[in-house]
């Protein structure tokens, strides 16, 4: 079987153009035109071209030092289901976005970013990478919807999914360690002697997360817990509803992920304990303890998992996705606040 890739020569007599044209558009610079830029991977395509890893990489110091490019590659990173304004408003999902950048500049690579827009389809968006030549990219967490199908053609993108939520196809995932994190955050709270805990979850995480969040509080609770009716799901204003749950069920510590059922509880007396399943999206509250996710951490192994991707020009989709997990720390307030 003959496995030879052909060089960029062969490449430029194929599409009629100086192997100097070849080199810059599969660099994707600016100086060749577009369209030009596009018929000349199609064409490279067609006859199995593909990178060496290594001779890109020498390349790119030697490009580098002739200040020829600013960056050796751009990769796109894809917020589906939420606008620029929400990730702007989050420090959490601010804080994964300038770590995911940053770790990609220190690699000498650029980042272009896409978020939800009504007049951004998801074809439209493939053309355009396709177009612009990027073929690393990073799919971010899905913030409301519970999965997402996208029917690309996946040949030449490599791809990193971020989060739980279920995607089809699957690829290679960075995600927290929801489950882990519960059992962490319940152990602390047996600790205190408390057995009868409660959780509110809103409505549509457990399906996000696949189910670590509520499957991680039943593996964790005694098993007397697991007959009760301990997990209220909160599907939007249903303050009377989550009362009526509390008084009934009358749990003596209660783990919580909505800042508004926060905002209910207030001042009430004889009311449990009250955990955080999640420090983030609390800012500005009474401090309480909690699970701290670190979302800058996020950001920079999601880029590494990518970098090494393209290094190795493993795109398409996996026969066998792998997972990193990132487990949230315990932290509990200042005795002093």
Avoid: C
């Avoid at 980042?111 to 799919?139: K, M, N, T, V």
């Avoid at 690309?152 to 995932?173: I, T, Y």
């Avoid at 995480?205 to 670590?212: I, M, N, P, T, V």
């Amino acid at each position: 079987m003959d496995l030879k890739t052909p060089n960029q020569r062969e490449i430029a007599k194929a599409a009629g153009v100086s192997v100097a044209t070849v080199s810059l558009a599969l660099r994707n610079h600016p100086s060749i035109p577009e369209t030009t830029r596009v018929r000349i991977r199609e064409v490279a395509e067609k006859l199995g071209y593909r990178p060496n890893p290594r001779v890109a990489e020498l390349m790119g110091h030697i490009r580098k030092n002739r200040s020829v490019d600013a960056f050796k590659e751009t990769v796109a990173l894809i917020w589906s289901d939420i606008g620029q304004a929400i990730v702007r408003e989050s420090p959490s999902l601010n804080a994964f976005e300038q770590a995911l950048q940053q770790a990609l500049q220190a690699q000498g690579m650029g980042i272009q970013i896409f978020y939800q827009q009504p007049d951004l389809s998801w074809q439209r968006l493939e053309q355009i990478l396709h177009a612009r030549g990027i073929r690393g990219l990073i799919l971010a967490p899905l913030m409301r919807e519970d999965q997402m199908q996208l029917d690309w053609n996946w040949n030449g993108l490599s791809v990193v999914l971020v989060g739980s939520a279920d995607w089809h196809p699957e690829f290679n995932r960075v995600r927290f360690n929801h489950f882990a994190e519960m059992g962490v955050l319940l152990s602390h709270i047996q600790k205190m002697g408390r057995r009868r805990m409660g959780m509110v979850i809103e409505k549509g995480l457990e399906a996000r997360s696949q189910h670590a969040i509520d499957g991680g509080f039943w593996a964790g609770v005694p098993d007397a817990v697991r007959k009760k009716n301990a997990i209220f799901e909160l599907h939007g204003q249903e303050h009377e509803a989550f009362f009526k749950w509390l008084y009934s069920y009358q749990p003596d510590s209660l783990i919580v992920g909505s800042p508004e059922v926060l905002r209910w509880i207030g001042k009430r007396d004889s009311l449990p304990p009250i955990f955080l399943r999640s420090l983030e999206g609390f800012e500005g509250t009474v401090p309480l303890p909690g699970i701290r996710q670190n979302y800058r951490e996020l950001g920079q192994v999601a880029s590494k998992q990518l970098i090494g991707q393209l290094q190795l020009n493993q795109s398409g989709v996996p026969a066998r996705p792998l997972q990193i997990l990132i487990t949230g720390e315990l932290e509990e307030p200042d005795d002093d606040i």
